[in-house]
């Protein structure tokens, strides 16, 4: 802005100055002539230093563009040189004729210039949206300056070969500057450069405007006098050319990406405005007498002008609504990804031009799956209009954005880390009261990441993707919380994605393989079946716990592909050790909530078992309580498996969302009790639990689990509480099926010697 204020008064003083030392010596010839000549080697000089150092500091092919004006820049001086010379020399307040020459030296190459400068921007923008302005604006162009100029010098010189070259030359230079500046004006509208642009194509109108005067003057058989009302149009030109200059010196190294593809209203209205002046100039020039033919003509075209105009209108306000889908979400109303791509930028440069920071927080929704496919998609987008509304009042709506999903990004510009956390709080607060949707009283907390320019980024890419990995470990630590990002966390993010690139690779590789813990009669400690667990050794990484793998695999999708070579290992060992000897042993197998939810899933269920030749009753599949969030599509998979003989189990239990009606409801065959319950049965509450949980499953006719068993004395309570069967370390870790085998060999050499 103050640059813009400097360059305004800098313009509008030297134009001051100059009319005023033609106003004060309008009788003083020699003094104009003075001004004249030598105005315009002051400002051509500086001029040339703005357009020659933009030459210097642009980078690529655009640097040969100011070349080119600073050459012709070179000419204009040296011709004004060279009149002060002459004027010096001679006395004679006229213009030399090798001046003449130099400034035809000054057109040519401003025109090479003007014209390199419209194929570069032709390479990336397209000029198919202009072509009618353009050249119906040539058309108007051309007839007046063939009418009212090159006509006249053609009837002047008697047609002469020699003379009319001469005469034309500028005039039909400065036709075609014109056409190449309306040109260049149309396709900057689509790139940062429009100002830059705007200026040039001021510069050379203000020049063809005083190059048309100057010809429209000696035709009139007038005499061109120094210090005229043309003078201060060329001395204008120069002026405006250098501040392009300027300009392209700023842009080049503060580059703001603004691609702008909107139509303004007076660029529509512009070529039938060229249209009515033209027809107002053709009826001047028949003296204003019209027939009832030509009356007719001219009422006809402002009729179709005035409904062409009307048709835009209508298509000018479609365009502002289908912009306005482009931009915003159709849900929520408040802008999107595209907006959200398009703005980030902008603000990033401003950043950098005034060494201020800009911040990301990115907004996510704990457990809005869940709710959307529990109480269905029309209460879940219901809920994301609330909760965008609540953004919206609660922050500086116009930076709020929804990038798709449950997830919200916010930009803060010019802030400190204190004010963004205690917003980040704020937002957490605005979470605090329920939402009462459609019946429905839904509490949803925010998990939020934060990531901040120049220190955590400095290309929108990198901060998004910041911010998204600090909101997932914000996830991680519990939701309902903040996480800033920071070196430690972008270590812990590295760590995440090189997870995430090798599990896609681990099964191919031949790095999971699966361990079994036995699942015992208490009574007796004889194992009854087992349960498949999932293990990861990586060449690199090392061995890689579940319990970081599996949640990666859940995000990313990989837990259905993963999930099916597990069913298919756990069965065909099972099998194999069927075949052994053992076959009463059955097998529990732990299905993810991304996997139980897939469509072809019982279908898969049921072709392994049917490939690997392992009876139904001898598979058991462990899903969590998540599932229950969705309880009308859960009990239809659990009475579909079911039907085919296939036990489930729910792992875990009392550690969720548990509901005993949902529990007497849901077909399943088998409770585990969570290894909390268990290693805290030492305490009088936990221990009621426990006991509790089992009253509840023999109640309900299921088959009751602990898991977690470490020692005697907790097998020997679960045993006296009415839990019959077992898992722990207490009986067998985890192990490989070469150990599990020998265990089971042991097992079968006690019982007989027993």
Request: glycine residues 6%; neutral net charge.
């Amino acid at each position: 802005m103050r640059t813009k204020r400097t360059i305004m008064i800098y313009l509008v003083m030297s134009l001051i100055f100059v009319c005023g030392w033609f106003y004060l010596f309008r009788e003083n010839v020699l003094m104009r002539t003075i001004g004249t000549s030598s105005f315009p080697v002051i400002w051509g000089l500086l001029s040339f230093r703005w357009t020659f150092n933009a030459y210097r500091i642009i980078k690529g092919r655009e640097k040969y563009v100011w070349l080119s004006i600073s050459i012709g820049l070179l000419f204009n001086i040296l011709s004004n040189i060279l009149w002060i010379w002459n004027l010096v020399m001679t006395g004679a307040y006229f213009y030399p004729d090798m001046s003449y020459l130099l400034w035809l030296f000054t057109y040519f190459f401003f025109f090479i210039g003007l014209i390199y400068k419209a194929w570069l921007l032709s390479l990336t923008v397209s000029h198919k949206p202009y072509v009618f302005n353009i050249v119906l604006f040539m058309i108007v162009t051309t007839s007046i300056s063939s009418h009212y100029l090159i006509r006249p010098i053609l009837i002047a010189t008697d047609y002469s070969v020699g003379l009319t070259i001469i005469s034309l030359i500028y005039p039909v230079a400065s036709l075609g500057i014109i056409f190449t500046t309306t040109y260049l004006y149309y396709l900057s509208k689509q790139t940062s450069e429009k100002e830059t642009i705007l200026f040039i194509v001021i510069s050379f109108s203000l020049q063809a405007c005083a190059d048309w005067g100057y010809a429209y003057i000696t035709l009139t058989h007038s005499v061109y006098t120094p210090g005229g009302w043309i003078d201060p149009f060329w001395l204008a030109s120069l002026m405006i050319i250098g501040l392009a200059g300027l300009r392209a010196q700023y842009n080049a190294t503060s580059p703001v990406l603004a691609i702008n593809n909107e139509r303004q209203s007076h660029e529509t209205l512009f070529p039938y405005l060229s249209s009515v002046v033209l027809i107002l100039l053709v009826a001047q020039s028949y003296d204003w007498a019209f027939n009832w033919l030509s009356g007719g003509v001219t009422i006809v075209f402002f009729v179709i002008m005035v409904r062409q105009l009307l048709v835009i209108k209508r298509n000018e306000q479609l365009m502002e609504e289908y912009k306005h889908l482009a931009y915003h979400d159709a849900l929520t109303g408040l802008k999107n990804r595209v907006s959200f791509k398009k703005e980030l930028p902008s603000f990033l440069a401003f950043s950098e031009r005034h060494h201020t920071s800009t911040v990301l927080m990115l907004i996510d929704l704990d457990r809005f799956k869940t709710i959307n496919d529990t109480l269905g998609h029309h209460v879940g987008d219901e809920l994301l209009i609330r909760a965008g509304n609540r953004l919206n009042r609660g922050l500086n709506g116009h930076r709020v954005y929804r990038l798709g999903g449950d997830e919200f990004v916010f930009i803060l510009s010019g802030v400190d880390r204190e004010t963004c956390i205690q917003l980040a709080e704020k937002v957490i607060t605005l979470f605090t009261i329920p939402f009462h949707v459609k019946g429905h009283e839904i509490n949803v907390t925010p998990s939020i990441g934060i990531s901040m320019y120049p220190e955590n980024g400095c290309d929108s890419a990198s901060l998004l993707q910041n911010a998204d990995a600090a909101m997932y470990l914000a996830k991680m630590n519990g939701s309902n919380q903040y996480c800033v990002y920071n070196a430690e966390l972008a270590l812990a993010h590295e760590r995440k994605l090189t997870v995430e690139n090798a599990l896609r690779h681990a099964i191919e590789k031949g790095q999971l393989f699966l361990v079994y813990q036995p699942i015992v009669e208490l009574e007796t400690g004889k194992p009854i079946g087992m349960e498949a667990l999932l293990r990861w050794v990586h060449p690199e990484l090392g061995f890689v716990s579940p319990g970081e793998f599996i949640p990666i695999a859940e995000e990313t999708g990989q837990i259905v592909s993963i999930g099916e070579w597990v069913l298919r290992e756990a069965c065909e060992q099972t099998k194999r050790w069927h075949d052994e000897g053992y076959p009463y042993l059955y097998v529990s197998v732990n299905v993810s909530p991304r996997q139980f939810q897939q469509v072809s899933f019982i279908q898969f269920v049921y072709g392994t078992l049917q490939k690997t030749g392992l009876p139904v009753g001898k598979l058991e599949l462990e899903i969590t309580e998540s599932v229950m969030q969705d309880p009308s599509r859960s009990t239809k998979i659990l009475n579909d498996l079911k039907y085919l003989g296939i036990k489930t189990a729910i792992d875990d239990f009392g550690t969720g969302y548990s509901s005993l009606y949902l529990l007497k409801e849901l077909p399943i065959n088998t409770i585990k009790i969570d290894k909390a319950f268990v290693d805290d049965m030492i305490t009088s509450n936990a221990h009621s639990i426990v006991k509790s949980i089992i009253q509840i499953g023999r109640n309900l006719g299921l088959k009751i689990i602990a898991e977690g068993i470490e020692d005697e004395d907790q097998a020997k309570k679960l045993l006296q509480d009415g839990c019959h069967y077992g898992q722990g370390y207490y009986f067998l870790k985890p192990a490989p099926e070469t150990e599990f085998t020998t265990y089971l060999t042991k097992v079968e050499k006690e019982k007989s010697l027993g």
